[in-house]
């Protein structure tokens, strides 16, 4: 609220020359707000993947690329595994040897997670891994360089652009422009409701379920994990509103991090609406190396397989992180398995003819499926995780109580006021069909837009929940 007037404001009235260089230390001085030393960490990566550019530029043949990429890959994935994955593997393998009855006992280390560090890391590796495809140049500014790789906006929790697209603007002069700052004020808004007013709030309900799963079975821990789904979804879709829209102030256009993922019609359709940045990652750089579709069957889903895993893994050293992963490749695997199976069900059952019906039914099988995994996602280990599982059933609501002023430890109007909020956010989603939030109301008399976003601000002020909480993703 002080932070991003301010450089705004500055970013603007300097020349062009300094508008960068003034970027780029605000974005250093915006990281170590948080924990100063570890600035050093996001320079030791941009200088590895800056002079491992310039070095592959310089080579004609991929082989002699080759050594500079392994140099740029080895080092960030080091600095990752170092700082998130070492005490998980260490753990897990006291874990093992205690099954086979051996006696040593791996050190833990207490380290502290460096926010953000899994998103710069996988963007300057898509840059090395993109000079050595030859898709681009090397970045010899290093002013330059640096700022693609800290810019403050999308530096903790993405979305994790490409070099191809970010780097060619910091090139350009970015002018004022008074349309183009009141469709990044509007988009931050909205992303400012998702969080405060609908995942902060969803946020009670959730933890004081998910700390103690063994005192509910039954509706509790069903409304709980649906409460999950919207609160994960409002909490980091939120933040990239709040990301993209900023950046829009400022003159710089990232991509679109969500498309209302929950009206998915398959888990297929999910993943290309869901944290894009990261599942087209995954897609361009692992999946396809791995050889796509483009193998043979068992190895092809193999591939899947492989990549929802380690997509699990790179949103948390756990376990529960793992299975999700894998419950969404078991899931993507059933779903190309059956196709034809269930098209001619679909037919004989003539429910392919009521299309709006049939494509209702999907995407509440499609968002089903994936609040179940959810589970798995927010339980504090796999022991919760498969206590909520088992404890589903049976439904029980006679502890819904219609006179009652306490629900789930929350005064029963915070429950009311999450749901129709909800029920907002989803009537908006439904008119965004054809057209973006930062773009609604364009066609509409002038009075819509100032109602709408007056009444906006309004709710905001009146329901947000202002305890700071993070956002859940600057965890990963």
Not at 187 to 213: E, T
Request: charged share 15%; aromatic share 20%.
């Amino acid at each position: 609220m002080i932070f991003f007037p301010i450089v705004t404001a500055i970013y603007f009235f300097l020349p062009k020359k300094g508008k960068n260089i003034f970027l780029l230390l605000a974005s250093y001085y915006f990281y170590m707000s948080w924990k100063p030393e570890y600035v050093f960490l996001i320079l030791i990566s941009t200088l590895i993947d800056y002079v491992c550019g310039i070095m592959m530029g310089k080579e004609e043949a991929k082989s002699g690329r080759r050594k500079y990429l392994l140099i740029s890959i080895f080092s960030n994935l080091g600095l990752l595994f170092s700082f998130k994955y070492l005490n998980f593997f260490s753990t897990s393998l006291n874990d093992l040897f205690a099954i086979l009855n051996i006696f040593y006992n791996l050190p833990a280390y207490k380290l502290l997670l460096p926010v953000g560090i899994s998103f710069y890391t996988f963007q300057t590796m898509s840059y090395t891994l993109d000079i050595y495809r030859g898709k681009l140049k090397p970045e010899r500014n290093f002013k330059n360089f640096a700022l693609f790789v800290t810019f403050f906006p999308q530096l903790v929790a993405g979305p994790i652009e490409r070099a191809t697209k970010l780097l060619p603007q910091f090139e350009n002069e970015q002018r004022y422009d008074y349309q183009r700052v009141i469709d990044g004020i509007k988009l931050m808004l909205w992303g400012l409701f998702k969080k405060v007013v609908i995942a902060d709030r969803l946020a009670f309900f959730v933890n004081h379920v998910y700390s103690q799963p063994t005192q509910y079975e039954g509706a509790p821990l069903i409304i709980a994990t649906i409460f999950f789904s919207f609160q994960i979804y409002c909490d980091f879709s939120g933040y990239s509103d709040i990301a993209i829209g900023s950046a829009q102030v400022l003159g710089f256009d990232l991509m679109d991090n969500f498309r209302r993922p929950y009206h998915s019609k398959s888990i297929s359709e999910f993943w290309k609406r869901w944290h894009i940045s990261l599942s087209s990652w995954f897609k361009d750089y692992l999946y396809i190396p791995l050889g796509g579709n483009r193998v043979a069957v068992p190895r092809w889903y193999f591939n899947i397989f492989v990549v929802f895993v380690v997509s699990g893994l790179w949103h948390g050293a756990n376990w529960t992180f793992v299975v999700w992963g894998a419950l969404h490749g078991f899931y993507s695997l059933v779903s190309i398995m059956t196709e034809k199976f269930r098209n001619r069900i679909n037919n004989f059952t003539g429910l392919s003819d009521h299309i709006m019906l049939h494509k209702f039914w999907k995407v509440i099988f499609t968002f089903s499926l994936v609040t179940f995994s959810w589970i798995f996602f927010r339980a504090n280990s796999i022991t919760d995780a498969f206590y909520i599982v088992t404890h589903l059933l049976p439904i029980d609501f006679s502890f819904l109580n219609i006179n009652s002023k306490v629900f789930l430890n929350q005064p029963i109007a915070e429950f009311y006021i999450a749901v129709l909020a909800i029920i907002f956010m989803e009537t908006v989603h439904l008119l965004q069909r054809h057209r973006e939030m930062r773009h609604m109301f364009t066609k509409e008399p002038l009075w819509v837009k100032p109602v709408f976003y007056g009444a906006l601000a309004l709710l905001i002020l009146l329901f947000g929940q202002f305890q700071l909480n993070q956002f859940i993703y600057f965890q990963f």
